[in-house]
C-alpha cells in the first residue's frame, strides 16, 4: 500500500515538473523576441565580467611568466597577509573608506534633490535647458576634468588670484592633502549629479498629475506635495540605488584619484585602486596586486549583503533581491 501511494506520489510530481517544464518553454517560445534582445547582453556579460574571473587564483599563486597561471606554485594567503599586516595598510584602508563615504553622504541626496527641483519647473524649454546644463559635465572625460581643476586651483589661476587678493598668498590646493577629498568629492558631484538624476526624474514623470491637482486643492504646500507624493513615489528606486551605492563603496575608480596624486598629497590620495595599479601593474607584482584587488571586492560583496539585509528589514521585505 506504501509503495502504491509512493508511486502515486511520484507520478504526480513528475507530471507537475513536466507541465510546469512545457509552460516555460511555450513562454520562452511565445516571448523569443525579448530573449534575443537580452542575449547579447548576456554574452557580453559573460566575456568581460565571467570568464576574467579564472584570473582570481593569481591571488593565491606566486605567479611566474615562465610557468604561467596554471603552473605557478599554489602559496594560499600568503599575499593577503602580507597586505593586512603592511605598514601602509591602515593608511590605505582609511584614506578609501573615507573618500567613499564622504562621498556617498554629500554626494547620494543631490542627484534626488535635483530631480524633485526638476520635477517642479513647468515650462518645457526651460526644463530641457536646465537638464542640458546639468548632464554636460556627465560627458566631458576625467583627464579633462582633472586638468580643468590643475588649472583653476594652481597657484597662479583664476581662483588663487581672489585668494591672493583677499588673504595676500595663494593655496596649495592641489598639493596640500587636507583639500585632496574636498576637491575630489566636491568635483565628483558635479560631474556626476546631473545624470544620476534622470532615474529619479523618470520615475516622478509617471506620477499621475491629478494626484498634485487634489493635493492643491485640500490646501498642501510645496514641500508637503514633495513629502507625500514625490519622495513615496521615487522611495523604490531611492532604495535600490542606495544598497548598490553601499555596496560599491569601496569600489572607487583609480583614474580620477591617481590623476590628482601629486607627491605633496599622497597621505590622503593614495587608496586602495591606485595602489593596486602601483603594485600589480607597475611594479609587475601581479599575485599581490590581484589578492589587494580581491580582498578590495570582498568586502563590496560584504557590505552589498549587508546593505540589502538591512533594506528589506526596515522597507517592508523591498530590497535588490
Known sequence: MNGLLQARQESKFNNTKAITYKSKMSYIKNHYPLYLLIMPAVILTIIFKYIPMYGIILAFKDYSYTKGILGSKWIGFKYFEQFLTSPNFGAIFMNTLKLSVYGLILGFPVPIILAIMLNQVRRAKIKKTIQLILYAPNFISVVVVVGMLFLLLSPTGPINKIV??????????????????????????WQGAGWSSIIYAAALAGVDTELYD???????????????????????????????AVGGIMGIGFEKAYLMQTGMNLSTSEIIPTYVYKVGLQAGNY???????????????????????????????????
Open 214 to 244: 487634489a493635493a492643491r486643492i485640500d490646501g498642501a504646500t510645496l514641500l508637503q506635495r514633495i513629502w507625500y507624493i514625490d519622495l513615496p513615489t521615487i522611495k523604490p528606486v531611492i532604495v535600490i540605488t542606495l544598497i548598490l
Open 164 to 189: 591672493t587678493l583677499l588673504t595676500g598668498h595663494p593655496i596649495l590646493f592641489m598639493s596640500d592633502p587636507r583639500y585632496f577629498r574636498s576637491i575630489y568629492i566636491l568635483s565628483g558631484i
Open 287 to 321: 599575485s599581490f596586486g590581484t589578492a589587494v584587488g580581491l580582498f578590495n571586492s570582498a568586502i563590496n560583496l560584504i557590505l552589498l549583503i549587508l546593505a540589502n539585509s538591512i533594506a528589506k528589514r526596515f522597507n517592508e521585505g523591498y530590497g535588490l533581491y
